[in-house]
C-alpha cells in the first residue's frame, strides 16, 4: 500500500517533469528542493531512472537508502515504491486529458485565426498527444524541431499554405495556449 497520498504523488510528478524541461539550472534545482520537501513530510525520497527508453519518477521511503545506494534484496515490501513516467511517447500523464486539452487548443487556434493555422494545430495536437502523450504548450524546442523537420512533413500532408503559415501557427497555439492557463 502506498504511504504518500495521491496529491503529493501529482505534485511530486508535476515538479519533476518541469525541472526536466527547465532551461536555467537554478530553476531547475529549486523545482527539485520543492520536490524534496514534500517528500520529506513523508519520509520518502525520488529518484529519476534514465536508463529507461523513457524517464521514471521513483518515490520509495528514505529509510530504503543507505549510503547513497538501495539495495532491492534488503527491502522486504518494495510495493511502497511509486514508479511515474515522467518522460518518453508513452507518458500516459492521463492521455485523455492531455488529448481532451491539445484539441481544445486547436479548436481556439482553428476558431481565432483560420482553417490553416487550425490544420497546423491539428497535426501538432496529435503529434504532441500521440508521441509525447504532453500538452502543446510543454513542447520543447528539440520537439517542436522534431515535429517541423519529421512528422509534419511526412505525416501532416500540409498544403502550401500550411507549411508557408506553420511557423506562426505554431506561435498561435503557444499564446492561446498560455492564455488557457493564465
Given at each position: 500500500?502506498?504511504?504518500?497520498?495521491?496529491?503529493?504523488?501529482?505534485?511530486?510528478?508535476r515538479?519533476?517533469?518541469?525541472?526536466?524541461?527547465?532551461?536555467?539550472?537554478?530553476?531547475?534545482?529549486?523545482?527539485?528542493?520543492?520536490?524534496?520537501?514534500?517528500?520529506?513530510?513523508?519520509?520518502?525520497?525520488?529518484?529519476?531512472?534514465?536508463?529507461?527508453?523513457?524517464?521514471?519518477?521513483?518515490?520509495?521511503?528514505?529509510?530504503?537508502?543507505?549510503?547513497?545506494?538501495?539495495?532491492?534484496?534488503?527491502?522486504?515490501?518494495?510495493?511502497?515504491?511509486?514508479?511515474?513516467?515522467?518522460?518518453?511517447?508513452?507518458s500516459?500523464?492521463?492521455?485523455?486529458?492531455?488529448?481532451?486539452?491539445?484539441?481544445?487548443?486547436?479548436?481556439?487556434?482553428?476558431?481565432?485565426?483560420?482553417d490553416?493555422?487550425?490544420?497546423?494545430?491539428?497535426?501538432?495536437?496529435?503529434?504532441?498527444?500521440?508521441?509525447?502523450?504532453?500538452p502543446?504548450?510543454?513542447?520543447?524546442?528539440?520537439?517542436?524541431?522534431?515535429?517541423?523537420?519529421?512528422y509534419f512533413?511526412?505525416?501532416?500532408?500540409?498544403?502550401?499554405?500550411?507549411?508557408?503559415?506553420?511557423?506562426?501557427?505554431?506561435e498561435?497555439?503557444?499564446?492561446?495556449?498560455?492564455?488557457?492557463?493564465?
Amino acid at each position: 500500500m502506498a504511504e504518500l497520498p495521491d496529491d503529493v504523488v501529482e505534485e511530486t510528478t508535476r515538479l519533476t517533469k518541469l525541472a526536466r524541461a527547465a532551461v536555467d539550472d537554478k530553476e531547475a534545482a529549486a523545482y527539485r528542493r520543492h520536490r524534496a520537501e514534500l517528500l520529506d513530510d513523508h519520509d520518502f525520497t525520488a529518484r529519476v531512472r534514465e536508463e529507461d527508453a523513457a524517464a521514471t519518477l521513483v518515490l520509495h521511503p528514505a529509510e530504503w537508502v543507505e549510503d547513497g545506494t538501495i539495495r532491492p534484496g534488503r527491502i522486504d515490501d518494495t510495493d511502497r515504491a511509486i514508479e511515474v513516467q515522467v518522460a518518453g511517447p508513452e507518458s500516459p500523464g492521463d492521455w485523455d486529458a492531455v488529448e481532451e486539452h491539445n484539441r481544445a487548443v486547436a479548436a481556439r487556434v482553428r476558431e481565432a485565426h483560420g482553417d490553416v493555422h487550425g490544420d497546423n494545430a491539428d497535426a501538432f495536437a496529435d503529434f504532441m498527444g500521440n508521441h509525447y502523450a504532453k500538452p502543446v504548450e510543454d513542447a520543447t524546442p528539440e520537439e517542436r524541431a522534431e515535429f517541423l523537420a519529421e512528422y509534419f512533413v511526412r505525416n501532416a500532408w500540409p498544403s502550401e499554405d500550411q507549411k508557408e503559415a506553420i511557423e506562426r501557427s505554431l506561435e498561435h497555439v503557444e499564446k492561446t495556449a498560455k492564455t488557457d492557463r493564465s
